[in-house]
C-alpha cells in the first residue's frame, strides 16, 4: 500500500528492490528493503523543489528509468560516476557476464555516455570470475576513458587474469552502422593494447539489431 499524503511511505507491492541513481552526481542509493527480484533503477526529479525524490504516476507506482538488473551489480552508497566498480561473476547469487554487459548498456543509454569494463579470469578458473566497469566521468558519447581494470588489479585481482575489454555503444542518435562497428580510436587503442598482450579480446555491446534479440556483443579483436 502506499500514502498519497506522504510519498515517502510508498513502495510497490511488486516485490523489486528499488535504487535511485543521481545523473549529475553518479550516487546510488537503496529505495526500500532487500529482496531476490531483480533491481530497477527510478525516476527521479532532476531539479526544483522535488529534486532527488522518486517520480509516481497517477496509480502510485513508482516511475522505472530501468530495470532487470541482476542481483550483486548495484549497492547502497555506489558511485558510478567517480568510482570504478569490480563485480564477481559467474557464482552463487552473483550477476552473470552478460547481466553486468547489459547493465552497462542499460546505464550508458541512461547517462548518455559510453561505458567501458573488463573481463578477469581467476587462476584455476575456465570462465570469467570478476568484471570491472570504469567510472564515466570523463566519458563522452562515442568515447570511453577507463575500464577499471587499474583498480581491480590494485585491488587484488592480477594483470595475467585480465582477458579482455568491452565498452558500450549506446544508441542515442547514433547510426546503426557507427554503433556496430568500432571506431578509429577504438582500433588504435585495440592495437596498442594487443602490443603488451597479444592474447587480448575486445568487444562492443550495443542495443539489438533485430526486434526480441539480446543486445549484441560485437568481436572486433581481429576486424
Not at 80 to 103: N, Y
Not at 123 to 152: F, P, R, V
Not at 177 to 192: F, W
Request: charged share 25%; net charge positive.
Amino acid at each position: 500500500m502506499y500514502c498519497l499524503n506522504n510519498p515517502i511511505l510508498r513502495f510497490d507491492s511488486n516485490g523489486l528492490t528499488d535504487f535511485t541513481f543521481d545523473k549529475k552526481t553518479g550516487e546510488v542509493k537503496q529505495v526500500g528493503e532487500k529482496n531476490d527480484e531483480p533491481d530497477r533503477v527510478l525516476k527521479t526529479y532532476t531539479s526544483g523543489k522535488k529534486k532527488g525524490q522518486i517520480k509516481y504516476k497517477k496509480n502510485g507506482e513508482s516511475k522505472v528509468a530501468f530495470g532487470g538488473v541482476e542481483k550483486g551489480i548495484l549497492s547502497d552508497g555506489q558511485n558510478w560516476m567517480t568510482d570504478d566498480q569490480i563485480i564477481s561473476v559467474g557464482g552463487e547469487g552473483q550477476p552473470t557476464v552478460k547481466g553486468v554487459e547489459d547493465f552497462s548498456l542499460k546505464m550508458s543509454e541512461h547517462v548518455g555516455t559510453d561505458i567501458g569494463g573488463a573481463y578477469f579470469t581467476k587462476e584455476g578458473s575456465e570462465s570469467t570470475t570478476h568484471m570491472t566497469i570504469g567510472k564515466y566521468k570523463n566519458n563522452t558519447l562515442k568515447q570511453t576513458k577507463g575500464h577499471g581494470h587499474i583498480a581491480g588489479i590494485r585491488r587484488g585481482l592480477k594483470l595475467k587474469e585480465l582477458k579482455g575489454f568491452y565498452h558500450t555503444h549506446p544508441s542515442m542518435g547514433i547510426s546503426e552502422a557507427d554503433r556496430t562497428r568500432a571506431s578509429k580510436a577504438d582500433i588504435n587503442a585495440r592495437n596498442n593494447a594487443l602490443k603488451l598482450m597479444p592474447l587480448m579480446k575486445f568487444f562492443i555491446i550495443t542495443s539489438p539489431l533485430h526486434y526480441g534479440v539480446g543486445n549484441e556483443k560485437i568481436d572486433y579483436t581481429n576486424h
